[in-house]
């Protein structure tokens, strides 16, 4: 059974058209992450939350905003996307120890 | 912060053994992770060391030395579904897990 679920699998948005990624779990980790990546490239962390403690990168664009309304639903909205925008979005959540669960991620096309 | 250096490629044979490294410098450490990714899937847990040495899991046993610096990943009798990339993440120490991602080694498994 799926313990981190994230909605849609894909999603197509027009430039500069908000948009909304959605992500829950049935693990009850404190901590979740967004996670951005691009093609051949690294998971790069845009927020990630103990708890209700939020943190994001200091190189996370302010277009990027993200809402957690409680442990097991967490939400990444994208203001205005770019073309720049287009990437797999990943969530995860983590035990104590770290080691993280990934949802299936949400591929973003940009159009 | 966090700096993880991996390489980006590496190719090998069916059934044979093949060793990805991983450095890593860091400002504080609290263990490294080894993730496994599919072309187009989120990435999935395979290791975690926090103490120096080897742990092993089946086919697959990942290393460390916080001396060092250094991890590897351990992969024996290569089978074709290994192909992937492989991604070495480093946890900081603190209030809170933050895991920074390496770019991953993609690993090509020929017949």
């Known amino acids: 059974d799926a313990m981190v679920i994230q909605n849609p699998r894909y999603q197509v948005t027009q430039f500069g058209k908000p948009v909304t990624l959605s992500c829950s779990q049935t693990l009850n980790h404190n901590v979740m992450y967004w996670y951005q990546q691009k093609s051949s490239q690294a998971p790069k962390l845009l927020f990630h939350?103990?708890?209700?403690?939020?943190?994001n990168e200091a190189d996370t664009p302010d277009n990027f905003q993200s809402r957690r309304p409680n442990t097991s639903f967490c939400f990444l909205d994208i203001r205005s996307p770019g073309l720049g925008d287009a990437a797999m979005y990943l969530c995860?959540?983590?035990?104590?120890?770290?080691?993280?669960?990934f949802g299936q991620g949400t591929r973003l096309t940009v159009v | 912060g966090q700096n993880i250096d991996q390489p980006t490629e590496m190719t090998a044979t069916e059934g044979a053994i093949v060793q990805i490294n991983c450095t890593y410098q860091?400002?504080?450490?609290?263990?490294l992770f080894w993730y496994q990714q599919h072309a187009g899937e989120a990435p999935t847990f395979l290791s975690y060391n926090v103490l120096d040495g080897l742990e092993e899991k089946g086919r697959f046993s990942s290393f460390l030395s916080r001396s060092k610096g250094y991890s590897y990943l351990l992969l024996k009798e290569l089978q074709m579904k290994d192909s992937a990339s492989y991604l070495c993440a480093g946890m900081n120490s603190g209030g809170y897990q933050k895991v920074t991602f390496g770019t991953g080694t993609k690993l090509q498994v020929i017949p």
């Open positions: 860091t400002s504080g450490f609290n263990g």
């Open positions: 995860a959540t983590s035990t104590r120890t770290g080691e993280s669960f």
């Open positions: 939350y103990y708890d209700k403690d939020f943190n």
